[in-house]
């Protein structure tokens, strides 16, 4: 296939677009580099099979030929990103949501759009089914984010109705593993990037709110699946193991043998408190189910991190 990755130079778009031509797909990577590094795709640099295109997909996707396949990552998507880029953020979901599906729409190709857990908000229901609507403050900080997946999974379902579009949602929890930004203000990568320099390490709130941490690698089999499929969605992809995150905070001292201390700070506002997803419907649609375990994929992170070049000050 001819894929398109939009977003492809990020730290999950980078995965995709080496994934996909590992097994032999042509990928198209469009990014503006806002949030993520050319460095993340360099290795793809020296194969036929890929090609870089730098651009800003809110202002259209610039890709000549045939398209079999668009996959739209494109977005910032840590709160140290959407935040300082709230306006972007909310552009992308909407004008770039709809360069990608007009994309795929005008080649009869295949459509995958990568939303969030965040649509779930706060959520009212634990664990959280794709049937659930959520609970999303539409006009907090967080919003920017939340409502602009939101706004992208209506346009997604509205293209495939009015216009026949090919298209599919997956919704992605909390993803981490190599090529995470320190900085990037997510729990894994802060988490590591503080034990490792020896920084306290940040907790917001008493530690008691969870999360579920999918490994990267079995995240982008999920989405691989989902591109090769004709399903509708959404479908949650993440991992259905559930972690406070006073409990993370101490296995990453204890994998990392850190003497870090850990600080409490005050939580954030519409930090959810609860995050687990139900994945029935990815795995009986798409025969997915991650296999890497938390202790497993934070020791592969911690060994990548362990060989990459120190951060400029």
Wanted: glycine share 10%; proline share 7%.
């Amino acid at each position: 296939m001819r894929v398109v990755v939009t977003g492809g130079a990020g730290f999950l778009g980078s995965h995709l677009c080496g994934l996909l031509v590992g097994r032999g797909d042509e990928v198209v990577c469009v990014d503006n580099f806002a949030t993520s590094s050319s460095a993340n795709v360099e290795q793809l640099f020296a194969s036929d099979g890929f090609l870089m295109v730098e651009a800003d997909v809110v202002a259209g996707i610039p890709v000549d030929g045939a398209v079999d396949a668009v996959a739209h990552l494109a977005s910032p998507a840590s709160p140290a990103d959407y935040l300082r880029l709230p306006l972007e953020t909310l552009a992308v979901g909407s004008r770039g949501t709809e360069a990608a599906l007009d994309l795929a729409a005008a080649n009869g190709a295949r459509f995958v759009m990568a939303s969030t857990s965040e649509v779930y908000g706060e959520p009212l229901v634990h664990p959280q089914p794709e049937s659930y609507w959520g609970n999303v403050n539409p006009i907090g900080p967080r919003s920017v984010y939340d409502e602009a997946k939101r706004f992208a999974e209506a346009l997604t379902s509205a293209h495939r109705r009015s216009k026949g579009t090919r298209s599919g949602i997956v919704r992605i929890f909390n993803t981490y593993g190599p090529r995470m930004r320190p900085e990037d203000g997510r729990v894994i990568s802060s988490f590591l990037d503080q034990a490792l320099s020896g920084a306290p390490l940040t907790i917001f709130g008493d530690g008691t709110q969870t999360r579920s941490f999918c490994y990267v690698e079995d995240l982008i089999r999920g989405l691989v699946a989902m591109i090769d499929s004709d399903e509708e969605g959404p479908i949650n992809l993440g991992n259905p193991d559930e972690h406070g995150i006073l409990e993370v905070a101490e296995l990453v001292l204890k994998l990392t043998g850190s003497s870090s201390e850990i600080e409490h700070r005050p939580l954030p506002t519409d930090d959810p408190t609860r995050r687990r997803p139900v994945i029935a419907r990815a795995e009986t649609a798409l025969g997915w189910r991650p296999v890497v375990q938390l202790e497993e994929g934070l020791g592969r992170t911690i060994e990548w991190l362990r060989h990459q070049p120190p951060t400029a000050p």
